[in-house]
């Protein structure tokens, strides 16, 4: 519930301060960070949520099959003290990774790559390169933040993998819809349903899980930042690449980085 309460807070907090930030700094409204809800916003995040569990979905499959994991318990509610049941524990991993796949994207892909694109638009950066330039900013930055989960460089550079796919997604929609989709849902997934997060074994001790693995595999394939984990990125951004394709007609840079005042 701790976790709940906290996310909670971090996105009135992003939201307010996006707000604040939009009105007096960038003259923006908080929907032209990407936030514009509509139907096709939701179906959008929908494909986004839905790409993200099928892809964990075959990474658990991958360690299934090749003999490097084996499941040890279904509906687990975890071993923590005062564990909640397993629904409730659940319900509440829902609504916490959902607020984090909010706040995070609206932070790292709204504010910081959106402003990063306009600072590096100089005379001498052409319009793709400030793009660029931002979302290695944000990626970099997305990757920092989530140092504490990273115990080797390899592992940071996990999060800045997930940083950059996010954010080309953004990039190639000019919307956060597809970016909160895979966020949430990678977290979901990940922790809450296949239970690969249970290869750290401090997570076993607070994570209700659909499905709760042991792995017993070499880390550099099953751990967080293994290789089956990092193909699951790159087809992660695969689909959502192939399905801008689709619904777009074409995958190419959305996100202008040529500064706009909002005209009231």
Same mark, same amino acid.
């Given at each position: 519930?701790? +976790?709940?309460?906290?996310?909670?807070?971090?996105?009135?907090?992003?939201?307010?301060?996006?707000?604040?930030? +939009?009105?007096?700094?960038?003259?923006?409204?908080?929907?032209?960070?990407?936030?514009?809800?509509?139907?096709?916003?939701?179906?959008?995040?929908?494909?986004?949520?839905?790409?993200?569990?099928?892809?964990?979905?075959?990474?658990?499959?991958?360690?299934?099959?090749?003999?490097?994991?084996?499941?040890?318990?279904?509906?687990?509610?975890?071993?923590?003290?005062?564990?909640?049941?397993?629904?409730?524990?659940?319900?509440?991993?829902?609504?916490?990774?959902?607020?984090?796949?909010?706040?995070? %994207?609206?932070?790292?892909?709204?504010?910081?790559?959106?402003?990063?694109?306009?600072?590096?638009?100089?005379?001498?950066?052409? %319009?793709?390169?400030?793009?660029?330039?931002?979302?290695?900013?944000?990626?970099?930055?997305?990757?920092?933040?989530?140092?504490?989960?990273?115990?080797?460089?390899?592992?940071?550079?996990?999060?800045?993998?997930?940083?950059?796919?996010?954010?080309?997604?953004?990039?190639?929609?000019?919307?956060?819809?597809?970016?909160?989709?895979?966020?949430?849902?990678?977290?979901?997934?990940?922790?809450?349903?296949?239970?690969?997060?249970?290869?750290?074994?401090?997570?076993? %001790?607070?994570?209700?899980?659909?499905?709760?693995? %042991?792995?017993?595999?070499?880390?550099?394939?099953?751990?967080?930042? +293994?290789?089956?984990?990092?193909?699951?990125?790159?087809?992660?951004?695969?689909?959502?690449?192939?399905?801008?394709?689709?619904?777009?007609?074409?995958?190419?840079?959305?996100?202008?980085?040529?500064?706009?005042?909002?005209?009231?």
């Amino acid at each position: 519930m701790l +976790g709940l309460l906290q996310n909670a807070f971090a996105v009135l907090t992003v939201v307010l301060v996006t707000v604040i930030w +939009g009105r007096y700094v960038d003259h923006r409204r908080l929907i032209e960070y990407g936030f514009e809800i509509g139907s096709e916003w939701i179906r959008d995040a929908g494909i986004g949520a839905l790409i993200a569990f099928v892809a964990w979905g075959a990474a658990l499959a991958v360690h299934l099959t090749t003999g490097w994991a084996h499941i040890s318990a279904v509906l687990s509610p975890g071993d923590a003290t005062n564990a909640l049941p397993f629904g409730l524990a659940l319900i509440v991993f829902v609504v916490q990774f959902l607020f984090v796949g909010i706040w995070e %994207e609206l932070l790292f892909r709204g504010l910081v790559l959106k402003n990063a694109a306009e600072g590096f638009h100089l005379q001498w950066i052409s %319009e793709r390169g400030a793009v660029l330039a931002g979302l290695g900013v944000s990626s970099l930055l997305f990757g920092a933040v989530h140092a504490d989960q990273a115990t080797s460089l390899p592992a940071l550079g996990f999060w800045v993998l997930m940083g950059i796919v996010l954010g080309s997604a953004y990039v190639i929609t000019d919307s956060l819809a597809i970016p909160i989709g895979l966020h949430f849902t990678t977290n979901l997934a990940f922790n809450s349903v296949y239970g690969l997060s249970n290869v750290r074994p401090q997570s076993a %001790e607070f994570a209700a899980t659909l499905l709760r693995p %042991e792995f017993t595999g070499p880390t550099r394939y099953v751990g967080v930042s +293994g290789l089956v984990n990092v193909g699951v990125v790159v087809l992660i951004a695969t689909l959502a690449t192939g399905y801008v394709a689709l619904q777009y007609d074409s995958v190419r840079v959305r996100l202008s980085p040529v500064y706009s005042a909002m005209v009231s």
